[in-house]
């Protein structure tokens, strides 16, 4: 009885990790992420992405979780290099903004902007990058 326990433990665990840890580790920490439990979501995605650097979407979740936990310099390398990757990532220009913005790096959150407003169709969203690009552009008070 424990051999076949055993063996479809080994089945399992070996169909789970069929195309590699990087996968499961993604799925986990975005399931920890819809639950709220965005420090347990940051040590999974950080292992998928350390095993992927190349996967837009592991960058941009990690990049995401990483800002909501205000660990701006992991998220602003994480979604740099997203566009590195792809330079037509639109969530990671949107953040990408927001944190320049947040850092006063003015003139690369205006790019960042600019380059969000030029590759999204939501006119919402539009709508917030030319609000983030007013602001940017005014004058000093």
């Known amino acids: 009885m424990f051999t076949v326990i055993c063996s479809l433990c080994a089945l399992l665990c070996s ?6 840890p990087a996968p499961q580790h993604f799925q986990t920490g975005l399931a920890y992420e819809r639950l709220g439990r965005y420090d347990e979501a ?10 992927d650097q190349d996967d837009v979407q592991k960058a941009v979740a990690l990049g995401v979780v990483a800002c909501r936990l205000g660990r701006l310099e992991v998220a602003q ?6 566009i590195a990757v792809d330079s037509n990532s639109i969530a990671s220009y949107y953040h990408l903004g927001l944190i320049y913005e947040k850092n ?10 600019h380059r969000f407003l030029s590759l999204s169709q939501d006119d919402t969203l539009k709508t917030i990058a030319k609000k983030h ?3 940017l552009e005014a004058p000093p008070a």
């Not at 169909?15 to 590699?20: C, I, M, P, R, T």
């Not at 940051?42 to 095993?51: C, I, P, R, V, W």
């Not at 006063?104 to 902007?113: E, I, M, N, T």
């Open 15 to 20: 169909s789970l990790w069929a195309d590699g």
């Open 77 to 82: 390398r994480v979604l740099e290099r997203s």
């Open 42 to 51: 940051y040590t999974e995605l950080q292992l998928a992405f350390a095993l």
């Open 133 to 135: 690009i007013q602001y």
């Open 104 to 113: 006063g790096a003015s003139a690369r959150a205006l790019d960042a902007w």
